[in-house]
């Protein structure tokens, strides 16, 4: 069985105005060691998030353009992935860590061959270790018929 009288005697020990410290102590605590921990953070930004290729022919499918960005945080920035929404389009990107100040770039190819004519839409999901953890990057473009 518990026994109460040894809580009883226990809490005795502290009186109101401890527990208030104590309280008081441990939130500023915490709260110190999130806003340190958050100042040393990577942070991602990038120049532009969309990129329209405007209209182009089918006789020509392939389209690319880069993303440039700067790791503004006081950590180095990681792109841990670079995923597209589709298999027509293929995101590379800096593999090594970019550091405070510094910029890289990712680089995206469209490739329309087999693809009907007309609008297209396409993302690029980028997570990394900064802020934010993830950003979409949108392409899009008009592709028309080849003239025969």
């Known amino acids: 069985m518990f026994n109460f009288s040894l809580l009883v005697k226990f809490a005795d020990v502290f009186n109101?105005?401890?527990?208030?410290?104590?309280?008081?102590?441990?939130?500023?605590?915490?709260?110190?060691?999130?806003?340190?921990y958050a100042q040393d953070n990577a942070e991602i930004k990038f120049d532009?998030?969309?990129?329209?290729?405007?209209?182009?022919?089918e006789s020509d499918p392939v389209r690319e353009c880069t993303f440039t960005f700067t790791n503004a945080g006081k950590a180095p920035?990681?792109?841990?992935?670079a995923v597209a929404s589709c298999g027509c389009?293929?995101?590379?990107?800096?593999?090594?860590?970019?550091?405070?100040?510094?910029k890289g770039e990712i680089k995206v190819t469209y490739n329309g061959k087999g693809k009907f004519p007309g609008h297209f839409k396409k993302t690029i999901t980028v997570r990394t270790n900064g802020v934010p953890e993830?950003?979409?990057?949108?392409?899009?473009?008009?592709?028309?018929?080849?003239?025969?």
């Open 16 to 36: 109101h105005k401890d527990m208030k410290k104590l309280f008081l102590f441990t939130v500023i605590l915490f709260t110190s060691m999130t806003l340190v």
């Open 48 to 57: 532009k998030v969309s990129h329209n290729f405007g209209t182009f022919s």
């Open 77 to 81: 920035l990681i792109i841990n992935q």
């Open 89 to 102: 389009t293929i995101p590379s990107y800096t593999k090594q860590p970019v550091a405070p100040g510094q």
């Open 134 to 148: 993830m950003t979409r990057l949108v392409i899009e473009g008009e592709m028309t018929e080849a003239k025969q």
